[in-house]
C-alpha cells in the first residue's frame, strides 16, 4: 500500500471537477445549411482528485477520458462545468493566468517520441521547463536536470542523446523527468503506458509509485489497462461514452462492480492463475457513436440488463454509504458472479 | 555482423567528417566568390569603368594576341574583364544573397503568422500566395521596373519579393502539422509563450524544408537578376553586374567569345556549388539522418 499523503489540507480536493463539458462540431450537418452535428466527447463528467492519492480515470478508447484530461489543462476548449484546482476556477483561465498554474499541474503523454522535441538533446529538453519559468541560474538548471534524470534511471552518457536515439522506455523516463522538475502537485498520465513493452510498463509504472512516494504526487491517472489502475490507484472512476457509470475505491470496484459496463471490463482481465479461469461477460457490438448517443442509458444497447426504462431515462450517478458510485437502474440487483 | 560494426564504430566528430569532393568543390568555390567579393576592391587591376579604346576587344591571356595587361581580356570599350568580373560577382552576390534573406525571412514571418491565428488571416495571406504563384515574376519585374525607374535598392528589394510565397506556403504548412504535434503540444503545456514554441521548436524543425528551398532559391535568384539584366532591366550600365555582362558579351560571342562566357562561368559554377552545398547541409542538420 502506499502510504496516503500527510498534508493538512487532505479534506479539502485538490482538483474538483464538476459537470464538465466539451462537444466538438462535426463536420457534418444537419439539412444543406443547417447547423454543424455536435459531438458531446465530454459529457457532464464529475469526480474529484484529494491530495496525495492516485486516482484512476479508465475506459474503452474514444469515451473521453484524454479529452477530459486535456480539458482539465486547457489544451481543450470546454463548453461547460467547470474544473477547481485548490478552489480556484481554471475554465476560461487566460494564458497569462495558466502560467504559474503550469508549474503545479503536469502532464504525461502518451507518445514519448512525438512529445519530445527530435532536435534538442534529452538534457536540454528537461532544462526547458526551468527556463519557461525562469526559474534557477543556468549551472543550478543544468544541475537539477542532471540529477533528476538520474533519478528517474537514466546514466550520464545518455543525457547527451537526441530522442530518437533512446529506447521507448528511456524516452517515457524523459518525459517524466520533464514534467517533475516543476515539481508539480498533480501529474496527470495520460496513457503513459500504452506506447511501451510489457517489461518496460513494469518498470515505468514502479518508477512512478517511486517518484510519487518521494515527491508527494498526486496522480491522475488514464489508462485503458485496468490490471495497472488497479495496482496502481487508489479510487477509480470508469467512463462511458463520455460520462462516469461507476466511481469508488479501487479495491471494492474491481472485487464487486456494480455497473454491467465495469463487470464486464472487470471479466475481461487476465488472471494469472491458469486453473481459475473466470467466464468472460462479452460486450455485444461496438461502442455507440458519441455524434448519435442512444437514447436512455448510453449503455442500454450492449447491455444484458437493460429494461424499458433503461431506454427511456438516463440514470445518474448515484453514491451509496460506502462512497461507492454507479449510475444504473439495474445495480442493485445481484447478477450473475463474475469471478 | 556489418550491422554490429556498424552500430559499435565510434561517432566522428563534427568537423572530423571526410566531406565528399563535390562539397569541398562547392565550399572551396563560394569561400573564393565571397573572398573575391569582400577584397576586389584592393586588388582589382583598373577601375571597372575604365575606358581604353586603344586596348578594345584584347583576348585573355593564354590566347594569341593576350597580354598580362589584361589577363581575362578587354571587351568592347577596351575594360579590364577582370575588374569587371570582380564588380560583377560582388553586385551579383549582393543582390541574391540580400534578396535571397529578405525572401526567406519575410515568406517565414507570413506563413507563421497565417499558421498561428488562422481564420481570416490565413485566408487573406493563402490568397496572396495564390495570387503571386500565379503571376509570372519576370512580368511583374518588368512592370515594377518600368513603374519606378531602376535602382539597386528597388532592385534588391525586387529579388527579396522573388519566391517569398513558397516559403510562405511551406511554412504554414509545416507549421500547421507541427502545432498539433505531441512535442509542441508538450511545450505549450509546459507554459511556454507562443514565441518560444515556434522559435525554438517549430522553426528549428521545419528549418530543413525551409534551407532546401532557400537553397533552390539563391541559384534562381542569380539568374532572375542575371536574366533581368540581360534583358537590360537590370543592373543598369555603367554599374555591372554578371548577367549584365553576358547581355552585353552576346553581341561579341563569335569574335571575343570570353565577353559572354566567363561571367557565363562564373554563374554556373556559383548556382552550382550553391544547392550541392545546400543538399549537403540540409542532411547536415537532421540529427535523426546521421
Known amino acids: 500500500m502506499i502510504p496516503k499523503s ?22 457534418k450537418r444537419k439539412g444543406f445549411f443547417g447547423p454543424h452535428h455536435l459531438i458531446h466527447a465530454v459529457n457532464g463528467v464529475s469526480f474529484e482528485v484529494n491530495a496525495g492519492e492516485a486516482f484512476g480515470l479508465v475506459g474503452e478508447s474514444g469515451c473521453g477520458k484524454s479529452t477530459t484530461a486535456k480539458l482539465i489543462l486547457n489544451m481543450a476548449h470546454a463548453s461547460g462545468g467547470s474544473v477547481l484546482y485548490r478552489g480556484q476556477e481554471l475554465v476560461g483561465l487566460s494564458h497569462q493566468a495558466w502560467k504559474p498554474l503550469r508549474r503545479r499541474l503536469q502532464y504525461v503523454f502518451q507518445d514519448p517520441l512525438g512529445a519530445l522535441d527530435p532536435r534538442m538533446t534529452v538534457l536540454d529538453q528537461v532544462i526547458e521547463p526551468l527556463t519557461i519559468h525562469q526559474l534557477h541560474d543556468r549551472n543550478q538548471q543544468r544541475q537539477l536536470a542532471t540529477q533528476l534524470l538520474h533519478s528517474v534511471g537514466l546514466q550520464d552518457h545518455q543525457l547527451r542523446k537526441y530522442p530518437h536515439e533512446l529506447s521507448g522506455g528511456q524516452r517515457q523516463r524523459v518525459v517524466l523527468a520533464r514534467a517533475l522538475i516543476l515539481e508539480p502537485e498533480l501529474l496527470i498520465c495520460d496513457e503513459p503506458i500504452s506506447a511501451l513493452d510489457v517489461s518496460i510498463q513494469a518498470q515505468i509504472i514502479n518508477l512512478l509509485q517511486e517518484l510519487r512516494r518521494a515527491m508527494g504526487l498526486t496522480l491522475l491517472f488514464i489508462s485503458h489497462d485496468l490490471s495497472v ?23 471494492q470496484l474491481f472485487n464487486e462492480p456494480r455497473h454491467p459496463y465495469t463487470q464486464a471490463l472487470i471479466s475481461a482481465i487476465p488472471k494469472a492463475d491458469p486453473g481459475q479461469r473466470s467466464e468472460r461477460i462479452p460486450l455485444m457490438g461496438e461502442p455507440p457513436s458519441p455524434a448519435a448517443p442512444p437514447a436512455g442509458c448510453r449503455f442500454n444497447p450492449r447491455c444484458a440488463l437493460a429494461t424499458e426504462r433503461c431506454r427511456n431515462e438516463v440514470p445518474t450517478l448515484v453514491q451509496s454509504g460506502d462512497n461507492h458510485a454507479v449510475a444504473c437502474f439495474e445495480a442493485k440487483i445481484p447478477v450473475t458472479e463474475v469471478a | 555482423m556489418t550491422t554490429h560494426t556498424e552500430i559499435a564504430a565510434p561517432r566522428r566528430a563534427k568537423w572530423q567528417l571526410k566531406l565528399p569532393l563535390l562539397i569541398w568543390f562547392s565550399i572551396a568555390w563560394l569561400a573564393l566568390m565571397l573572398l573575391i567579393a569582400v577584397t576586389g576592391d584592393l586588388w582589382q587591376p583598373y577601375e571597372y569603368q575604365a575606358i581604353d579604346l ?10 594569341e594576341g593576350g597580354s598580362w595587361s589584361h589577363i581575362f581580356g578587354t571587351d568592347h570599350l577596351g575594360r579590364d574583364v577582370l575588374s569587371r ?7 551579383s552576390l549582393l543582390v541574391a544573397l540580400v534578396g535571397t534573406l529578405i525572401g526567406a525571412v519575410m515568406g517565414t514571418l507570413i506563413g507563421l503568422i497565417a499558421a498561428h491565428f488562422r481564420g481570416w488571416v490565413d485566408d487573406l495571406v493563402m490568397i496572396a500566395i495564390d495570387y503571386q504563384a500565379a503571376i509570372p515574376f519576370m512580368i511583374l519585374a518588368l512592370a515594377v521596373v518600368a513603374f519606378f525607374s531602376n535602382s539597386l535598392l528597388l532592385f534588391i528589394l525586387l529579388m527579396g519579393i522573388y519566391g517569398w510565397e513558397r516559403y510562405a506556403r511551406i511554412t504554414r504548412g509545416l507549421a500547421l502539422s507541427s502545432i498539433q ?4 503540444v508538450a511545450v505549450r ?10 522559435g525554438r521548436h517549430i522553426l528549428p524543425n521545419i528549418a530543413n524544408a525551409l534551407i532546401v528551398n532557400m537553397t533552390l532559391n539563391f541559384p534562381q535568384t542569380i539568374m532572375l537578376e542575371t536574366s533581368l539584366s540581360f534583358l537590360g532591366l537590370g543592373i543598369q550600365p555603367p554599374m555591372t553586374s554578371l548577367g549584365n555582362m553576358v547581355g552585353f558579351g552576346r553581341d561579341y560571342l563569335l569574335t571575343a567569345w570570353w565577353l559572354a562566357s566567363l ?28
Open chain 2, 181 to 184: 504535434h505531441g512535442y509542441a
Open chain 2, 54 to 63: 586603344h586596348a578594345r576587344l584584347q583576348p585573355p591571356v593564354w590566347l
Open chain 1, 6 to 27: 500527510n498534508s493538512p489540507t487532505a479534506q479539502a480536493p485538490l482538483l474538483q471537477v464538476s459537470d464538465l463539458r466539451c462537444a466538438f462540431k462535426s463536420s
Open chain 2, 85 to 91: 568580373l570582380v564588380t560583377s560577382i560582388q553586385v
Open chain 1, 229 to 251: 489502475v488497479r495496482h496502481l490507484c487508489e479510487r477509480v472512476a470508469v467512463m462511458y461514452l463520455g460520462q462516469i457509470v461507476e466511481m469508488g475505491p479501487a479495491k
Open chain 2, 263 to 290: 561571367p557565363a562561368l562564373v554563374i554556373f559554377f556559383t548556382t552550382l556549388a550553391f544547392a550541392l552545398l545546400g543538399d549537403w547541409v540540409r542532411d547536415r542538420l537532421d540529427p535523426t539522418s546521421r
Open chain 2, 189 to 198: 503545456t509546459l507554459g511556454a509563450s507562443p514565441w518560444r514554441i515556434y
